[in-house]
């Protein structure tokens, strides 16, 4: 699986939006863009993921570069309970397909 | 959803004991699971896949005899850490992949369970 590359730490005013970068340069074309979230001593959460076009739901919208060697979680309005570290992974969808984690980045979102 | 648990939640156990810690589809069937562990302030490492009625491959590096994992049906995994040390006081994830709709390719994860060996 490609390697992820993304901001070891990032702050976000409470009510602003959250742009969670990630580089994934090394990307094939069968590997999805998936992103995670682990709030302290839980299990990760499934964000969203997405091949090449842009996805939205109602948790955040994910933008990957025509390319596809970059992608950018949004976050529309981040709220306190939004602090987590979040994870980009990218891997091949099929059977047995392990997520491999990267170091993430701990978003702290600030009243 | 899909929804993963994972019991206990907290254990402390003595050292040289066995603990055994269970992973539970609830309302999927869980072709493939996975465990994790964490250390502090660091990232998820993948410790092995199991797949139901087979066994499990291993990660790099990961002892097979110690740490003992059952996949004997398709909704229950277990893992068990033999003659614990301090050493393998860690926060263990597990993860299974199953379920319906878009999430099918992803995967969902339990809670954690939180090992202290003492």
């Known amino acids: 699986d490609a390697k992820t590359t993304q901001p070891t730490s990032m702050d976000c005013a409470e009510g602003r939006a959250a742009n969670l970068p990630c580089n994934h340069s090394?990307?094939?074309?069968?590997?999805?863009v998936y992103w995670y979230r682990q709030i302290h001593s839980q299990g990760p959460q499934y964000i969203i993921h997405?091949?090449?076009n842009n996805e939205t739901n109602e948790m955040a919208s994910l933008i990957i570069t025509e390319d596809r060697k970059s992608s950018t979680l949004i976050l529309p309005h981040a709220t306190l309970r939004d602090t987590a570290v979040y994870y980009c992974?990218?891997?091949?969808?099929?059977?047995?397909?392990?997520?491999?984690f990267g170091t993430g980045t701990s978003l702290t979102v600030i009243p | 959803g899909a929804v993963v648990s994972q019991h206990p939640s907290r254990v402390i156990c003595k050292s040289g004991t066995s603990v055994k810690i269970e992973c539970r589809s609830l309302d999927f069937q869980a072709t493939t699971m996975f465990w994790y562990r964490q250390f502090p302030k660091k990232s998820l490492m993948l410790m092995a896949t199991s797949n139901e009625g087979s066994k499990a491959t291993y990660e790099q590096g990961v002892e097979k005899d110690k740490f003992l994992i059952n996949h004997a049906s398709l909704t229950l995994s277990t893992l068990t850490v033999t003659s614990a040390h301090p050493e393998d006081s860690s926060f263990y994830i597990c993860?299974?992949?199953?379920?319906?709709?878009?999430?099918?390719?992803?995967?969902?994860f339990g809670s954690g369970t939180r090992l202290t060996v003492v």
């Open positions: 090394t990307i094939s074309g069968n590997e999805y």
């Open positions: 992974i990218v891997r091949v969808v099929g059977t047995g397909n392990q997520f491999y």
């Open positions: 997405g091949l090449k």
């Open positions: 993860s299974a992949r199953g379920g319906g709709g878009a999430r099918t390719y992803g995967y969902t």
